[in-house]
């Protein structure tokens, strides 16, 4: 081994293993070399150039690290222990030492501490009331960070001096105040001084900033001060610059309004913003509109964006992320509030601002029939009418089955317009046919009907309200309909004329119901109902039609408008009887019978038990 040239640490394995063998070595020079014999056959040659450059010569010496040793140090695994246990001691005392060296520097930090309270004392001493001098040596040069949050955080000012403030009398009494560099637009918060004590014990200033509203400047100045000894302002010694900081505009969710993409942030400003939106196949770029300092539109209506979706979803899955001058805003919201379901005009559902499927509000607008809630959903001339529901239809019908033919298939109120006289009253269009409009509505339980009266009679007793008539308050039976008792006469029962007449007891149900199955009448309702009865009766509907579970007697089949019974005096309005002739009717409203009828009015009558416990008809006309 060659130590000149190898790590002297290689000699350790020779040592141990003489030591191992527990032999007794001979020891004996060759051509300049130690050679080490052990025993028979095992020769070890060691060079070492000693001092001085000599070689280490001798039966009782030994080269370790370089230098000539007795051999009798190293001979023996008890001697080798020894050194080990000695470099273990040496080990602790450096630990014991280390932790003396911290012992002194956290009592350095403790006598820097204490020295800061006394100078603080000394000045208040000093100064006997005078604020002049106290804390003539306090000032900052930095602050860190520079960049906080819109939604508020802590800055930290570092300087000389600042020990004087870090006592318990001082808590409470330093400010922080950032105000607009070039504005006015300024936020206090509270500071207090606080130890550091790594790397070095040190003292800085800490204040907690709230947040921002309204609009942010583009950088804010630092200044500090105390608000006790005369308000000194702590003074900024720093480099230029070093008293500003910025604020980290972030936003926090995005929604659909309307059809526009809306961000909710923080401190929007005058900078050009841009919306990146992609919805996981394809990214789109807007340029996007600040609302408000806090709302950021990304659906900026110059760049007339939409999105198309094809398939049977109910719209697109869209990712945002906001630039502000080309560089990316924080997004700081709850997980998943980054990303939003907007619908489309073409998905096939009623989603978004739609009032009907795929149309209306942000969408195209809708046909007749299709549910609204202003004109503006609706297509063309047509309107959204103010009954129940609301739908597109034209500003006023000239009759419900005009509303029929034009698309308008549900049942409800519509506006109507008979010679320029807009009013509303209610269509059935879905029973037989559809297109019915309500002209009557006949009870025994109120004061006696006239049928004579006029259009103006019934508006100045308010039966022409179709809505206080209870067409959707009491669709059922009207026999036990509380409140929906009310007569009721439309304009409708002067001013249409119509084919066909319909009576119903009930809007939801079809029995007890009867209806001409052909033409029977060629003008008004009132015309006929106006006229003296005679036995053959004003009109005859030969043709009738029941509806399911209506009571029917034998060869009572036919419907008479103003109608006598022979003579008599029965004479009814309008009634069921045999061949429109004299014969007793079934079932008659408005009769004139003199003294009344069985219920006690002239309003509704039942003969026999046909249309017994009858109370009223809704009466319709087409």
């Known amino acids: 081994v060659d130590v000149s040239a190898r790590p002297r640490r290689k000699m350790l394995p020779l040592i141990a293993l003489l030591?191992?063998?527990?032999?007794?070595?001979?020891?004996?020079?060759?051509?300049?070399?130690?050679?080490?014999?052990?025993?028979?056959?095992?020769?070890?040659?060691?060079?070492?150039?000693?001092?001085?450059?000599?070689?280490?010569?001798?039966?009782?010496?030994?080269?370790?690290?370089?230098?000539?040793?007795?051999?009798?140090?190293?001979?023996?695994?008890?001697?080798?222990?020894?050194?080990?246990?000695n470099l273990s001691t040496v080990s602790n005392s450096v630990g014991v030492l280390q932790g003396q060296v911290q012992s002194v520097q956290n009592l350095s930090a403790t006598v820097l501490q204490l020295q800061g309270q006394v100078n603080a004392l000394q000045a208040l001493i000093q100064t006997s009331g005078s604020s002049s001098s106290a804390f003539s040596n306090v000032a900052w040069y930095n602050v860190a960070p520079t960049v906080i949050p819109a939604t508020g955080g802590t800055i930290s000012l570092s300087g000389p001096g600042l020990e004087q403030l870090y006592h318990p009398m001082y808590v409470g009494t330093v400010v922080c105040n950032v105000s607009q560099v070039g504005g006015t637009a300024n936020l206090m918060g509270s500071g207090v001084v606080s130890l550091i004590t790594s790397p070095i014990a040190h003292y800085v200033l800490s204040c907690t900033l709230p947040g921002w509203s309204g609009a942010l400047p583009t950088q804010f100045r630092v200044t500090a001060a105390t608000t006790v000894e005369g308000g000194l302002t702590i003074p900024f010694r720093g480099a230029v610059s070093s008293d500003l900081i910025s604020v980290d505009r972030v936003w926090t969710a995005v929604s659909v309004a309307g059809r526009s993409l809306v961000v909710s942030a923080n401190g929007l400003d005058s900078a050009t913003y841009t919306?990146?939106?992609?919805?996981?196949?394809?990214?789109?770029?807007?340029?996007?509109?600040?609302?408000?300092?806090?709302?950021?539109?990304?659906?900026?209506?110059?760049?007339?964006?939409?999105?198309?979706?094809?398939?049977?979803?109910?719209?697109?899955?869209?990712?945002?992320?906001?630039?502000?001058?080309?560089?990316?805003?924080?997004?700081?919201?709850?997980?998943?509030?980054?990303?939003?379901?907007?619908?489309?005009?073409?998905?096939?559902?009623?989603?978004?601002?739609?009032?009907?499927?795929?149309?209306?509000?942000?969408?195209?607008?809708?046909?007749?029939?299709?549910?609204?809630?202003?004109?503006?959903?609706?297509?063309?001339?047509?309107?959204?009418?103010?009954?129940?529901?609301?739908?597109?239809?034209?500003?006023?019908?000239?009759?419900?089955?005009?509303?029929?033919?034009?698309?308008?298939?549900?049942?409800?109120?519509?506006?109507?317009?008979?010679?320029?006289?807009?009013?509303?009253?209610?269509?059935?269009?879905?029973?037989?046919?559809?297109?019915?409009?309500?002209?009557?509505?006949?009870t025994s339980m109120d004061s006696t009907i006239d049928f004579n009266m006029n259009g103006?009679?019934?508006?100045?007793?308010?039966?022409?309200?179709?809505?206080?008539?209870?067409?959707?308050?009491?669709?059922?039976?009207?026999?036990?309909?509380?409140?929906?008792?009310?007569?009721?006469?439309?304009?409708a029962y002067t001013l249409l004329s119509a084919s066909r007449i319909l009576l119903r007891r009930s809007l939801s149900s079809p029995a007890y119901s009867v209806y001409a199955t052909s033409n029977c009448m060629q003008r008004s309702l009132r015309s006929y109902m106006v006229q003296t009865p005679v036995d053959s009766g004003r009109a005859c509907c030969s043709n009738v039609g029941y509806g399911p579970g209506t009571p029917v007697q034998t060869n009572y089949d036919e419907l008479v408008l103003s109608g006598d019974e022979a003579g008599d005096t029965e004479p009814s309005r309008i009634g069921i009887r045999n061949g429109c002739g004299g014969d007793s009717e079934m079932m008659n409203l408005g009769q004139s019978q003199t003294g009344g009828d069985r219920s006690g009015n002239r309003e509704t009558y039942s003969q026999g038990n046909y249309w017994s416990n009858f109370r009223g008809m809704w009466v319709f006309v087409k």
């Not at 450059?53 to 020894?82: D, E, F, I, M, W």
């Open 19 to 85: 030591a191992a063998q527990s032999q007794t070595p001979t020891i004996t020079t060759s051509n300049g070399d130690v050679v080490v014999d052990v025993s028979a056959g095992n020769m070890f040659a060691v060079r070492c150039p000693g001092s001085g450059g000599a070689l280490c010569n001798g039966p009782n010496v030994q080269v370790v690290n370089g230098v000539c040793v007795p051999r009798a140090t190293l001979a023996t695994a008890s001697q080798v222990t020894a050194l080990q246990n």
């Open 275 to 442: 919306c990146a939106v992609t919805d996981g196949f394809r990214t789109v770029s807007l340029p996007a509109t600040v609302i408000s300092p806090i709302l950021l539109n990304c659906s900026n209506p110059g760049t007339g964006w939409r999105v198309t979706m094809t398939g049977p979803f109910p719209g697109a899955a869209l990712t945002v992320r906001v630039l502000r001058s080309g560089t990316e805003m924080a997004y700081t919201g709850v997980t998943g509030a980054n990303s939003v379901l907007y619908p489309t005009c073409s998905d096939g559902f009623r989603n978004g601002n739609e009032t009907g499927t795929d149309c209306g509000g942000s969408c195209p607008s809708c046909s007749a029939g299709i549910t609204c809630t202003a004109d503006s959903d609706c297509s063309g001339s047509l309107v959204c009418n103010t009954a129940t529901p609301r739908v597109c239809a034209q500003p006023g019908y000239a009759s419900c089955a005009a509303a029929f033919a034009a698309g308008m298939q549900r049942n409800g109120i519509y506006t109507m317009n008979m010679n320029g006289r807009l009013f509303q009253t209610y269509c059935d269009m879905q029973y037989q046919g559809g297109g019915w409009t309500l002209v009557m509505k006949v």
């Open 456 to 491: 103006a009679g019934w508006v100045s007793t308010g039966y022409s309200n179709v809505t206080l008539a209870g067409v959707t308050s009491c669709t059922g039976n009207l026999d036990g309909c509380p409140g929906g008792l009310t007569d009721f006469v439309s304009p």
